[in-house]
């Protein structure tokens, strides 16, 4: 059977896994680092009794999967989803140790999640289910052991009821604890638009490679929440022709150019983009196909798939999402020449500022936006620099160069520190 055959039967650890092995190969990696750095360092299971506003106890399954804590402190955030499996969360936790090395910044990763549907708790339930389950992780959390950020349905809120949790158990007030915060209580400048600045300043990096400016650049982004309005915006302010947005109810499509800032507007007000009178009506997965110079899925995973890689006609992709695209549409995408700046360096920005909050809470120092804005420019363009060459001096594409340089980080830092016995 084909690699695209088998694509169904991929799930988001068997993705990562697969590209694992790839890089893994074409590294010579030795045989135990392969099989330590596979799997992950801890999986911890939960069952979360919470008392319902009907008074009725109900039990939600929670999980928080530490990849590695090699290069330090794991990092990642934790979901909100009726569909979060634990496959997933241990898939994600080892994205987020090859995020956080691509970018070079010191922490492993982890990631964490909650099956229940945000949708159809109420505010007091959210806050139940929130608390219980940073409760039943306290011993492994912390400052210098794992940070849990937002993801998937959770926000700053959540973020501050998960600080305060984890301050009350240990009667002092510990900001580091996580990130993703609100300001007031020790959020960073710059986070909130962090992973969609960060999709901006590698998108640009592209440009320079095409000798294209941002003016002449036709955009198409899928997914309007966090990550996807915020790289529309800045886009739009810094030039760039969006063309096309979508989100789960539907897309808008004008070829001249959408005001963006009407549509942020709109959206506000009606929950979608879907309905935006300055754009035709467009589907949401068709929006992927149209012709456009860079398409920017911001939205879900396993959007670019065996199924409608062929039919991708921009040039560039910036994923925005994680694991948007699967490893068989990697090989197609790879064949018909779009230059793919892969997820775990196009997103990354979201985890970098993560980072400098934390650096921030520890110091009892904040930065001022532009200070935030600069560094975080900084880190990515490297990023982007290190992955590229990596790719042009071991003949592979970005995504599994990514992968190589992150996994030969990670291996470094275990040889280093050797294994304790
Ligand atoms: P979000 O929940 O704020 O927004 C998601 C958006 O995608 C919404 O507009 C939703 O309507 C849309 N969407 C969902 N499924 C869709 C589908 N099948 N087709 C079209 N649109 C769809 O989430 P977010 O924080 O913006 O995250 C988006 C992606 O980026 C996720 O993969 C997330 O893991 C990844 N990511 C987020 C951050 C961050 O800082 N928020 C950092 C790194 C990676």
């Not at 988001?12 to 596979?38: Q, T």
């Not at 068709?286 to 065996?306: G, K, M, R, W, Y």
């Not at 890689?309 to 999402?321: F, M, N, P, Q, Y």
Request: aromatic share 8%; glycine share 10%.
């Amino acid at each position: 059977m084909s690699a695209i055959e088998t694509e169904k039967e991929l799930s988001v650890y068997e993705s990562m896994a697969a590209r694992f092995d790839v890089a893994a190969r074409k590294l010579n990696l030795d045989d135990g680092l392969y099989k330590y750095m596979r799997c992950p360092n801890r999986e911890i299971i939960v069952h979360i009794p919470v008392e319902m506003d009907n008074g009725t106890l109900e039990v939600f399954d929670g999980y928080r999967v530490q990849h590695s804590i090699a290069r330090g402190p794991s990092k990642g955030g934790v979901r909100f989803s009726p569909q979060v499996t634990l496959d997933e969360i241990r898939g994600l936790a080892a994205e987020m140790t090859w995020k956080c090395a691509v970018v070079n910044i010191p922490f492993g990763g982890a990631k964490g999640g909650v099956v229940c549907d945000p949708e159809k708790l109420s505010r007091g339930e959210l806050e139940r289910i929130t608390r219980r389950y940073t409760a039943e992780i306290l011993d492994y959390i912390g400052p210098e052991r794992d940070v849990p950020a937002p993801d998937m349905n959770t926000d700053e809120q959540i973020m501050a009821w998960m600080m305060d949790t984890y301050s009350m158990h240990v009667r002092h007030t510990v900001t580091a604890s996580v990130t993703g915060k609100p300001l007031d209580l020790g959020g960073s400048r710059g986070r909130r638009e962090a992973t969609g600045r960060g999709c901006m300043i590698v998108c640009d990096q592209a440009l320079k490679r095409f000798g294209r400016s941002r003016e002449s650049t036709r955009v198409i982004i899928q997914g309007f929440g966090n990550v996807g309005s915020q790289a529309a915006r800045l886009m739009y302010e810094a030039g760039y022709k969006i063309i096309g947005v979508a989100d789960l109810h539907g897309g808008v499509f004008n070829s001249r150019g959408i005001d963006i800032h009407a549509l942020l507007e709109h959206a506000h007000e009606a929950k979608t983009v879907k309905g935006f009178a300055g754009g035709e009506p467009i589907d949401r997965a068709e929006i992927l196909e149209q012709d456009c110079d860079v398409l920017l899925p911001a939205a879900t995973e396993s959007v670019i798939n065996s199924r409608n890689a062929s039919r991708i006609k921009a040039r560039i992709l910036v994923e925005g999402a994680n694991s948007p695209t699967t490893p068989p549409a990697d090989e197609i995408l790879f064949d018909r020449g779009v230059f793919v700046v892969p997820d775990i360096l196009a997103n990354a920005g979201g985890v970098t500022v993560s980072y400098f909050e934390w650096v921030q809470d520890r110091q009892g120092y904040f930065w001022t936006e532009s200070d935030v804005n600069d560094k975080l420019k900084h880190i990515q363009i490297a990023a982007f620099n290190d992955v590229v060459r990596y790719g042009e001096k071991h003949n592979v594409n970005n995504r599994i160069a990514a992968y190589m340089l992150a996994i030969d980080r990670v291996a470094f830092s275990l040889k280093l520190r050797g294994i304790y016995a």
